[in-house]
């Protein structure tokens, strides 16, 4: 796979994976996620957020971001650092943490308190804010994503991941195959659902999967949301309309012990 430097660094091919260590990191994620969410993806962005161009929130001061760096390369776009530019982003945000401060991002659209209280013994791990720049969509920016995730998860010794993934659109009829083809793609056990918050709420099986045909449904799904299948996560119950990213969003929770153990010969096995 490569040399790790440290306990989240790691060397492949001409990009680097790290976590952010200074404002200046937090700043070139800020501008990536800027680049993709408001001027590639139609996001409204606020007024500070507009005069800064950067994607910010009261979240990103109690999180760590994990980066992926292309090595060497200077551009002057506000992605820019002194060991290359920021291509790849996300953002981690523990429970212990969340407690301490402003609590988790997905509390705005989906009702996670119950799913918490049910299962207190356990260590949960907010994801958010994933995006990877235009040209570095394919597998070795997302493996090194992943592989940084992992990491994360097995040093922390965290049980549970979970968050908001995004369908492009806030038309829920237009999204009506994929909705129901990610309800249908795994039954979620009592224990681990989770209901959308109804403000906003649509639900994924409004209208039944079309004969279409539905490995075309697969292969139109966004790659994070592939990859969170095939994870073996399970997705909340009902999506919701987030207007201000022109999003269609899904609560995904991915429980350790559901993770496909091929995967472990992969990113590395749980720590015992």
């Not at 952010?20 to 606020?46: I, M, N, T, W």
């Not at 795994?186 to 004969?211: H, K, Q």
């Not at 697969?218 to 299948?229: D, E, F, S």
Request: aromatic share 10%; glycine share 8%; hydrophobic share 40%.
């Amino acid at each position: 796979m490569g040399h790790w430097d440290g306990m989240l660094a790691f060397q492949r091919n001409g990009l680097a994976l790290r976590m952010a260590a200074s404002a200046a990191d937090l700043h070139a994620a800020q501008r990536l996620r800027y680049q993709v969410f408001y001027e590639e993806c139609g996001a409204k962005p606020c007024e500070m957020n507009a005069s800064l161009r950067r994607d910010q929130d009261c979240f990103d001061d109690s999180c760590d971001h994990l980066l992926v760096i292309e090595q060497g390369r200077e551009v002057d776009d506000g992605t820019a650092l002194a060991d290359g530019r920021v291509i790849g982003t996300y953002r981690l945000l523990r429970q212990e943490v969340a407690v301490s401060n402003d609590g988790f991002y997905s509390h705005s659209e989906f009702d996670i308190a119950p799913l918490l209280a049910r299962h207190s013994e356990l260590r949960f791990l907010e994801l958010g804010r994933s995006c990877v720049a235009q040209g570095f969509r394919g597998k070795p920016v997302m493996e090194l994503l992943w592989q940084g995730i992992w990491n994360y998860v097995r040093i922390h010794r965290m049980d549970v991941m979970f968050g908001c993934a995004s369908l492009e659109g806030t038309n829920p009829e237009s999204l009506s195959n994929e909705l129901a083809f990610i309800a249908a793609s795994r039954p979620t056990p009592a224990e681990w659902r989770v209901a959308a918050l109804p403000d906003n709420r649509v639900a994924m099986g409004m209208l039944p999967l079309s004969t279409r045909d539905q490995r075309e449904v697969l292969r139109g799904l966004p790659t994070l949301v592939k990859a969170y299948m095939r994870l073996g996560c399970y997705f909340g119950d009902g999506a919701v309309i987030d207007r201000q990213f022109n999003t269609t969003d899904i609560l995904i929770v991915l429980p350790v012990s559901e993770i496909n153990p091929r995967y472990f010969s992969h990113y590395g096995a749980p720590v015992s």
